[in-house]
């Protein structure tokens, strides 16, 4: 049995992975945004071990979560999940950061530089990271801006990064495909099943194909990815950017 914390879980991917890995057996914590949306969560997946609360859009409550998480010990699998879709960079978080930017980009930054190190990380993505700007403009600007795509093309990097930097752990990200869950809107055209199956996979499964590092996945199948990715230069730029903005340092080895 593995201990699993899934951020993003109240709903649509997350909560799918999440009944997923408790009908296997194993114990998951989830994450809500909110109070109410955890006590939906409680009700909804009663199998769940515990449900934490923070919103990701706060570095502030970021970092607390990852404190909260910390107490609770040493997780084997984090599926960093939690994420918006096309907002403005006009909708700012209390931060002053652009709410795309705060959760998708350095939240999880955030939670995996300041948690203690589990055997295996996921990072969602997107297909769309193939739109993203590798040159990481949008970072570097007095007020940091990014898009939808620049977002999922950071997290692609971010598993990148701890892949080449932290030994002993499986850092992979997951594209899970335009399923329609309430982000992706009721006529995407993928397969809602495959769309969290990757994520349970890479996060308790012993399929040798799954005990990887350094991977990009589209339905448990290695898929085509921007390059730029696996440049250490891009990766380091991108981890000092966020460790600017953010004002958390990435640790070399983890914690």
């Not at 495909?177 to 055209?189: I, K, L, N, S, Y």
Request: glycine share 10%; aromatic share 6%.
């Amino acid at each position: 049995m593995s201990k699993i914390f899934i951020s993003g879980s109240t709903d649509g991917l997350g909560k799918l992975a999440a009944i997923a890995l408790i009908n296997q057996g194993h114990e998951v914590y989830l994450h809500a945004r909110n109070p109410r949306r955890a006590q939906q969560a409680q009700s909804e997946i009663p199998g769940a071990e515990r449900v934490l609360t923070a919103e990701l859009s706060s570095i502030e409550e970021t970092k607390n979560l990852a404190a909260e998480l910390n107490g609770i010990g040493k997780f084997d699998a984090v599926i960093q999940n939690a994420g918006v879709y096309q907002v403005s960079n006009l909708e700012l978080s209390a931060d002053g950061l652009p709410l795309l930017l705060a959760v998708n980009t350095i939240a999880p930054y955030v939670l995996t530089s300041l948690m203690q190190r589990p055997e295996r990380l996921i990072f969602l993505s997107s297909g769309m990271h193939l739109q993203g700007d590798p040159t990481l403009k949008g970072l570097r600007e007095t007020k940091p801006r990014v898009s939808y795509s620049d977002s999922k093309l950071h997290n692609l990097i971010l598993a990148k990064a701890v892949a080449k930097k932290w030994s002993g752990i499986l850092s992979n990200a997951v594209d899970p495909g335009w399923v329609p869950t309430r982000m992706g809107g009721p006529g995407a055209p993928d397969d809602l099943e495959k769309g969290y199956q990757t994520q349970v996979w890479l996060a308790a499964g012993n399929d040798p194909k799954a005990l990887v590092n350094g991977r990009y996945f589209h339905h448990q199948r290695s898929s085509n990815y921007l390059s730029k990715a696996d440049d250490i230069g891009t990766q380091e730029q991108f981890l000092n950017l966020c460790g600017q903005i953010s004002g958390v340092s990435f640790p070399s080895q983890g914690r």
